[in-house]
């Protein structure tokens, strides 16, 4: 979820899948730290990892579009 009033600040996310704890506690620090969705955009994915899942998506909730996340299993 981003704040559009303040630059798409990013202010909470949803996670549902294996090691969620160790996923959203980088995510957590980052979201204190006052993130955005643009520093997302240009941070690099770690390859093959659960997290790297945020740094692709595209769509913003609310805003309509849909995101389609896949994942290698």
């Known amino acids: 979820m981003v704040n559009k009033l303040e630059d ?3 202010i909470g996310l949803h996670f549902l899948g ?7 506690q980088g995510f957590a620090v980052a979201m204190l730290k006052g993130i955005t969705k643009d520093d997302l955009d240009n941070s690099v994915g770690i390859h093959p990892t659960l997290a790297e899942e945020f ?19």
């Open 55 to 73: 740094v692709l998506l595209k769509a913003i909730a609310g805003s309509g579009e849909e995101d389609k996340v896949s994942c290698c299993s």
């Open 8 to 10: 798409d600040k990013i």
């Open 18 to 24: 294996p090691n969620a704890g160790e996923v959203t």
